[in-house]
């Protein structure tokens, strides 16, 4: 069984629009995050959240927001797709915040 | 603020060669260091991590120590083999309310 899943596995889409990748993990973790990783392999954390706090990276546009239907569950959604926004997008989870993270294999969005 | 760095790659080995791939930070409090390996197209998966200074980490043949005193958990395989080439990342956290901190990554590429 997958740890942590994500859908899509690629996203194609056009410039200005809306998308939304989603994220479930099925390891009873408390926390969850969003990294983007650019083509050089750097990895930026996006979010850190669990069901009593959302940290927010403060360099992330507020175009990209994460909701969170229920503790096993953290979707990102983005709003008015740039060029820049193409990368890869990998989901995680952990017990907490020290400790080790699962990931997922990543969304791989194209933006046209 | 708190951080990672990173031997730049790519490392470029042959196989059963020796590997050592630096990794030195900087941070607040007393971390938890974690080595992550990246394969090509999956997402990361940690490797071994170590809660307090003077800790070994070790798994798969790849070893580490915390070493407060000079801020460094070096990663360290003694002959790497070509299933060995990926990307491996360096990654604090502190707990709480602090996000997790990675390094860059370096690339390894292990010729036969």
């Known amino acids: 069984d997958t740890a942590v899943s994500q859908t899509p596995k690629y996203l194609v889409t056009q410039m200005g629009n809306d998308k939304s990748i989603k994220c479930e993990q099925n390891l009873g973790h408390d926390t969850m995050y969003w990294y983007k990783q650019d083509s050089k392999k750097f990895l930026k954390i996006m979010f850190s959240?669990?069901?009593?706090?959302?940290?927010i990276n403060e360099t992330v546009p507020n175009r990209f927001s994460p909701k969170s239907p229920d503790k096993a569950h953290l979707n990102l959604h983005i709003n008015s797709l740039e060029l820049g926004d193409s990368a890869v997008y990998f989901c995680a989870s952990s017990q907490d915040r020290l400790q080790a993270q699962h990931f997922g294999d990543g969304t791989r969005l194209s933006i046209l | 603020g708190d951080s990672v760095t990173q031997m730049e790659g790519p490392v470029t080995l042959s196989e059963e060669a020796f590997l050592t791939i630096n990794c030195t930070y900087t941070a607040t409090g007393y971390p938890s260091l974690f080595w992550y390996v990246q394969y090509p197209g999956e997402g990361l998966q940690l490797l071994l991590k170590a809660t307090k200074a003077d800790d070994k980490g070790s798994n798969k043949g790849f070893e580490a120590t915390y070493r407060k005193e000079t801020t460094s958990f070096h990663l360290e395989k003694g002959s790497v083999q070509v299933s060995d080439s990926a990307v491996y990342f360096c990654a604090l956290n502190l707990g709480g309310s602090y996000i997790p901190t990675f390094g860059r990554g370096t690339s390894l590429i292990v010729h036969p």
């Open positions: 959240y669990n069901n009593k706090e959302l940290i």
